[in-house]
Structure formats: structure tokens, C-alpha cells
């Protein structure tokens, strides 16, 4: 026979039910309620092309996230058909495309360019004679300038008599949209004997740093027009980073503030300083992996997402120009296809991920897949797949989007690549891409996401 528990057991067993009971609840509402990530902000991203101290034939790709900690993107990303790649600047042009130009050859009167969609993969567009010395001169140090007006400049050191020479700072202006026509070189009225002109703008001021060759100091001038007249606001040792340097290049920090490179040739080290206002700079500061290893960079500074804030947690993401469809996995691809609560489990897994924060920069997101908790969305030549997290710099960056207000508007949300700002995320025939914005209303709405509660 068998016979009731005492009252205080079952007093007991109700309280431990209870309680687990409660915990249960608690657990549950972990998982369903997705936390809510701060607003981020635009997300940086630095790129870097240089030759190195082994080779000035082949081209060198870093990027880095801060403009300090860089990481190799690919050795040997580009090497010319013929002649040198010698202080190789790049750009973002309107087109999607990046652009470097460099130095073709000690002596000469060319300058040279290719481009790349996705600054991994280079190709050889042409020379370009800016003839002003013949094949006894020399064109050295050629640097991108896009000017508050969209015009787009390449600014260049010339000299007529060879490397021996004065060199003297020219600039070529691109007289159509695809940077394949120049205008005639104009003296940018900077005395003889100046070389290696990177020049920013801010506000109407332009700021010129430049190697005087004779002392062998960066020195520092400004003007109102890019044609001059310069005022030598900086002279002689008047940073404090001493003499023998050359191929000074700018950028803007996260912070707001300006960085200035710049290449202590004779000891074949890399240095960096700050400064609030280009007008005064910190002590120079040796660059971390790279002195020693690259030669007379550029460094281009694109910016990702905005201010949006995405929930992190499990979420599906459902197109906004088609709304009974998902973005989902299949065999390892991602497309949109229909999926609904009564769809299977497995498709409902496929169209589940776990958003958390950037696996290349916090600030930013990644999509985790839930039923394969290893791999994540990536986009590989910019085509979507879900992949296994190799733990390398190259798979980071190929899988963390920044947030952006919807293209499509309304509550929508769209992601930008973090590691190719201007691509988004978005559906072309129903596959899931990395593709450069265009300005149509199409693009918005393929581009555009509700995220939506998991439907698993």
C-alpha cells in the first residue's frame, strides 16, 4: 500500500516546483526578449597601400580599424606590367571602384593607374604621360586630391633633370567621370626644390605637407585655392620629428583628430603623429608591425553604418519588398525564399540567426547561424554564403555589417559591409549579395530588412 507523503514534504515539493518553475520563466524570457545594442555610430575603416622595403614592384594591402593596428590584407596585391610601383595612393572613386596611382620609374614623364573592386584584386588601366620632362626627367610621388567640389586631382613632384633635379609640385585634374582623361599639369606654385605634396582640405583652407628637399623636413603650408599663393605656416624642425623624412600622408582618426605618416628613409623606420588641428603636432610615434616593412603609403579612411541600433539575439530578417520571404540559408548560400511558422523546422532554423556584435568591429554586427552555431554570413566576391569561422582578419571583416536606417524607410534597417563601405546587404534574384548602393528606388527596397521575431 502506498501511502501519502507527509504535509511538509509536499509543502516542500510545491516550493522546489515553483522555484524551478520560476527560473524556467526567467530563462525563457532571456531568450525571447533580444537585447537592444547601443547606437554605434558611423564605424571606420582604414586602407592602406604601400611598397615595401623588399620590393618596390609589388604592391602591399593593410587595413586597420583605428588607423594604427594594421593587418596585412594580401602581399603582392598588384604588380605593374612593366617598371616600378613606387608610393602607390588610393582612392574610393563615385563609381565604387577603387583607384591607386603611382610612380612608374625613377626617370620619366609617367604616372601610372589601376583599379580594383574590392582592393584585393588589382588591374592595370594605363600610364598616363603628363609630359612635362621627357624620358630624362623625372615624375615621382603622384597623390590623390578630391577637392570639396568633386573635382578629382592627382598631384605629382616633377623634376626636368632627372632624380638629381628640383623637383617641383604639379597637378593633373580628370576631365571625365572614368579618371581616363587629364587635363595639362599647373604648377601648383610651391617653390623649386619641394617634393612629396599631400594635401587635405578643411573648411576653404588648404593644408599642403611637403618634403623640402633641401633641409630633408616635412614642412607644412596653407593657402585659400589649390593653385596657391602657399604660406609655409611650418618650417624647418618645426614639429620636432628632426630631419630625413619624406612621403608625409593624412587621415582622420575615429576621434576627429588628424594623423600624419611619414617615412624616415634613411633608417628605413615608419613614424605617426597627432594633432587636433594640423596646425600643431604631437612627438612622433614609431607605427606598430609595419616600420621597417612599408614603404611611402596612403592611407584611405571609408566609414560604415550610421547611428542605428540593432537588437542582438536570435532574429529573422524578413525583405521589406517582399514580406512573406526571409533571408535564410541553403547549402551553405544565403537567399530569400518564403518562410512562414508552418515551414518546416529545419527552414525555420535556416531563416533564424543569432545577431551579435561584429566579429571585425563591435560597433557593428555579424549574423550567427542557429543550427550551425560555428559559421556565420560572410560574403565571399561579395556573393552571401554561411561559412565556418576560420578566425582570420580576412573572414572577420567579410562578416560583420554595420547598421544603417532602413534605404527602404520606415522602420526598416539595412547593413552596410563594414569592410566595403558603400555595399550592402541585399537580394539580386532572390540571392543574397554585397553590392555597391545605387541611387534607384529598386536597390532600397532589396537592401532593406524588418527584423523580425525568430521563427525558430
Not at 110 to 120: E, L, N
Request: hydrophobic share 35%.
Amino acid at each position: 500500500m502506498r501511502s501519502s507523503p507527509p504535509r511538509n514534504a509536499r509543502s516542500v515539493r510545491r516550493f522546489m516546483l515553483t522555484a524551478v518553475a520560476t527560473v524556467l520563466a526567467a530563462v525563457a524570457s532571456i531568450v525571447v526578449v533580444p537585447s537592444v545594442a547601443s547606437a554605434a555610430g558611423p564605424a571606420p575603416h582604414y586602407l592602406m597601400t604601400a611598397f615595401t622595403n623588399s620590393s618596390e614592384s609589388n604592391m602591399y594591402v593593410y587595413d586597420s580599424a583605428n588607423a594604427t593596428n594594421f593587418t596585412q590584407v594580401r602581399a603582392n596585391a598588384y604588380t605593374p606590367p612593366s617598371g616600378l610601383i613606387r608610393d602607390p595612393s588610393v582612392i574610393r572613386h563615385t563609381d565604387g571602384y577603387y583607384y591607386i596611382v603611382y610612380t612608374t620609374n625613377w626617370t620619366g614623364d609617367t604616372i601610372g593607374f589601376a583599379r580594383s573592386a574590392d582592393y584585393v584584386s588589382w588591374t592595370f588601366l594605363r600610364n598616363v604621360r603628363v609630359g612635362l620632362n621627357g624620358a630624362t626627367g623625372s615624375t615621382w610621388a603622384p597623390e590623390w586630391f578630391k577637392d570639396s567640389d568633386g573635382s578629382v586631382h592627382v598631384i605629382f613632384s616633377a623634376s626636368t633633370t632627372g632624380t638629381a633635379g628640383q623637383f617641383r609640385p604639379y597637378r593633373i585634374t580628370a576631365t571625365n567621370s572614368d579618371l581616363s582623361a587629364w587635363s595639362s599639369p599647373v604648377a601648383l606654385g610651391i617653390p623649386a626644390n619641394f617634393i612629396d605634396s599631400f594635401v587635405v582640405k578643411v573648411g576653404g583652407t588648404y593644408h599642403n605637407f611637403l618634403k623640402n628637399e633641401t633641409t630633408k623636413y616635412i614642412e607644412h603650408a596653407t593657402a585659400t585655392s589649390l593653385n596657391g599663393p602657399w604660406t609655409f605656416v611650418g618650417t624647418g624642425n618645426w614639429a620636432g620629428w628632426g630631419a630625413g623624412l619624406e612621403g608625409p600622408a593624412v587621415v582622420r582618426l575615429p576621434d576627429g583628430r588628424w594623423r600624419i605618416y611619414f617615412d624616415q628613409y634613411g633608417q628605413r623606420r615608419y613614424y605617426y603623429a597627432d594633432s587636433s588641428n594640423l596646425n600643431s603636432f604631437g612627438g612622433k610615434v614609431e607605427m606598430p608591425g609595419l616600420s621597417g616593412v612599408a614603404r611611402h603609403f596612403t592611407v584611405l579612411r571609408e566609414d560604415s553604418g550610421d547611428t542605428t541600433a540593432v537588437p542582438t539575439g536570435n532574429r529573422s530578417l524578413r525583405l521589406v519588398s517582399h514580406p512573406d520571404r526571409y533571408v535564410r540559408h541553403r547549402d551553405n548560400l544565403a537567399y530569400v525564399e518564403p518562410v512562414s511558422s508552418s515551414s518546416s523546422v529545419t527552414a525555420r532554423q535556416d531563416a533564424t540567426f543569432t545577431i551579435v556584435p561584429g566579429l571585425a568591429n563591435g560597433n557593428c554586427y555579424s549574423f550567427r547561424s542557429v543550427n550551425f552555431p560555428d559559421r556565420y554570413l560572410r560574403h565571399y566576391a561579395f556573393r552571401v554564403r554561411l561559412d565556418t569561422n576560420s578566425g582570420d582578419s580576412t573572414f572577420a571583416r567579410d562578416a560583420t555589417f554595420c547598421g544603417r536606417a532602413g534605404l527602404a524607410g520606415g522602420t526598416s534597417t539595412s547593413f552596410e559591409s563594414y569592410a566595403h563601405p558603400g555595399r550592402y546587404l541585399r537580394h539580386y534574384n532572390f540571392e543574397v549579395r554585397v553590392d555597391w548602393r545605387t541611387s534607384d528606388a529598386a536597390f532600397a527596397r532589396d537592401a532593406s530588412f524588418t527584423l523580425s521575431a525568430p521563427l525558430a
